[in-house]
Structure formats: C-alpha cells, structure tokens
C-alpha cells in the first residue's frame, strides 16, 4: 500500500509539473507573426532595388538613402487575443519616418495600431514605413573615462524597425510586452569613407604584420575603430605600416645557417657528454671521433658561408647591412673557435 501511495503521489506530482508548464506555454503564445517569405524592403536611392525580409537583416546601409519597407504580418491560429492588446510600431529611420497601416497614416518614430476588438476582428494588414537611413554616429566608450556616457563616435549605427505586441494604459507607451515579434529588423548605417578606412585599416595591418608579426598595437588600432574612431585607426595605421618597413629581419640565409650550426654543436656536445660519462660503453670511438671531426668541418664549410654573407653586406651602402656584416664576422670568429673545441673534443674521445 505504501508503494501505491507513493507511486500515486509521483504520478500527481509530474502532472502538476506538466498542467504548470502548460500553462506557462499558453501565457507565453505568440499572437501575431511576420511573414517574412513576402515581406520585402526597397531602396529608392538605388533604383528601388528589392530586398526580402532575412536578407536585408544586419546588412550595411549607406546613410541619408530612403528605405521603403513592407512587413506582412498574420494573426497565429487559435492565438487568444485579448481586447486590450495593441502592436505597437518603433523605429529610429529618420525623415520623420512615415507609417501607413490600413488606412491610417502616422508620422511619429513610435506608434501605436491594432486597438479593441474591432480592429482585432478584422484581416491583419500590411505594414508600411518609409524613412531615411541616420547618419552613423553612435554612443561610444573611451577607456579610462568609461563614466562619461555621451561622447559621440562615428561607426556602423545600429538602426532597427521593432514591432511588439503589448498593452498600454496612456496609448503612447507599453505597459506590458506580450510579443516582440521576430526576427526583429535590424541593420547598420554606414557610409563609403567608413568602409574606405577599413579596408585601408586592413590592408595596412595585414603588411604590418607580415613584416613584423602580430601586436597588441594591431589589436588596439581594431578597437579604436570597431569603437567608433576610424579617421584615427586609419591614421594609425598608416604610420604602423611605415613603422614596420624600418623593422628589418635578418637575411633568411642566416637563419638557416645559425639552426644548422646550432644542431651540429649541440649534438656534438651531446655525444661528448655520453660517452665522458659511461654512456658509450662499447661503442666505437674511433667512428664517433671521426664523426665530430666530420662536424668541425661541416661547422668551418658554414662559417665560409657565414664570410661570404659579411662579405657581400660590407660592401652595401646601406648602413644596416654594414653593421650585421660586422656582427657575421663575430659569429664567424665564434664558430671557428667551437669548431676546434669539437676537434679537440674528438681527440679526447680517440684517446679514451
């Protein structure tokens, strides 16, 4: 009996859980959707070149060009819809943007339609607006002064065209959200000079680092103009590029010769150290001091490269190609000495 009890009791309690959860699902039903296979918006600074709904969502815009959008929109199946619902209509295009619903035409940024019943009733309508796209200037952060909010960059602006479902006591703001209804449209304002300097930022960055590698300074100049400076990140970068081209890297024949040399020693040095110490207990010697003394001159055969090198930069008139030959002839001198210590190093082993 206390099994069935407690199996009863889990029973109630799941259906509980699902009436709750059921519940919490109707609350939360969409009562209206956009019809975005048909909705479609047209520039008509371009010819009024269509583009449909999902297409047009995050795309760059050029300022001051006039968007005409047309947003269908259907009541959802069986969705309760209550008498003080209203669709509220928000959008920062400018002009003053200019709204048509139905019949009605609005010239506000925010309006508010679908009110009572008796519009409810009726076969949900097209929405229109028409408006021009803001100049990109928007609200930026400077580091360091993150307490000033109002400081004012030029960037990619985020412009949106919202529609909600809501109620409102006042009929000019939302007392409570129902739906926001999506995909919620929104774009970018943006115009040719600010794509201009970022395919300069770009471009110059990318030569920057193929000569000097990847900075933090590359990161900083991204962010200033991601941030809403692009006249200094542009600038900055220009004098990064010319920067870089002073950064000169060493001969790539030198990096080959110094990686050679520097395996040949230190694997010499290696097999010294192995048999000194017991390592190479019947092992030939004889082949390993032939070996080494092998390396000497594979080592003396670079260091002739190494002068060839100096040889050809000493007589450049460039002035830096002058001061690494100098440095060459160091390493060249410093070689020939390890190039004895490993000769040495194969008598000593002989002599064992």
């Known amino acids: 009996m206390k099994r069935l009890f407690y199996t009863s009791l889990v029973v109630l309690s799941f259906a509980f859980l699902f009436l709750s959860v059921g519940v919490g699902t109707a609350s939360a039903q969409d009562v209206l959707r956009i019809d975005v296979d048909n909705s479609y918006i ?101 580091p360091g002064f993150v307490e000033y909010k109002e400081i004012d960059g030029i960037g990619k602006r985020e412009v949106y065209v919202k529609l909600t479902v809501g109620t409102t006591r006042d009929g000019a703001t939302l007392e409570r959200i129902i739906q926001p209804l999506e995909p919620s449209m929104k774009f970018y304002s943006t115009n040719e000079k600010i794509q201009a300097a970022k395919s300069e930022i770009e471009e110059n960055l990318e030569e920057a680092k193929g000569k000097i590698g990847e900075t933090e300074l590359e990161k900083h100049i991204q962010e200033l103009y991601e941030g809403g400076h692009p006249g200094w990140a542009s600038k900055l970068s220009k004098d990064y590029k010319a920067l870089s081209a002073t950064v000169k890297k060493p001969p790539l024949e030198l990096y080959v010769i110094l990686s050679v040399m520097l395996g040949l020693i230190l694997g010499s040095t290696f097999v010294y150290l192995y048999v000194s110490r017991g ?28 002068n060839a090198i100096s040889t050809k930069f000493a007589r450049s008139e460039d002035e830096e190609k002058r001061s690494a030959a100098r440095d060459l002839i160091k390493i060249r001198a410093s070689l020939n000495e390890i190039s004895n210590e490993i000769r040495t190093i194969a008598d000593r082993i002989k002599e064992r």
């Open 42 to 142: 047209l520039n008509l600074d371009t010819g009024g070149t269509k583009t449909y709904y999902v297409d047009f969502l995050n795309t760059d815009q050029f300022e001051d060009h006039t968007l005409d959008f047309t947003i269908y929109v259907d009541t959802v199946e069986k969705a309760p819809i209550l008498d003080e619902y209203i669709l509220k209509l928000e959008t920062n295009l400018e002009g003053p943007p200019s709204w048509k619903f139905g019949d009605d035409i609005y010239h506000a940024a925010e309006v508010i339609v679908w009110k009572g019943k008796e519009e409810h009733e009726l076969p949900m309508r097209v929405i229109e607006v028409r408006g021009v796209v803001p100049k990109p200037i928007k609200t930026v952060e400077e």
């Open 279 to 306: 390592g190479g207990k019947g092992v030939d010697v004889s082949q390993i001091s032939f070996e080494l003394n092998d390396t000497s001159g594979k080592i003396e055969e670079k260091s002739s490269s190494i």
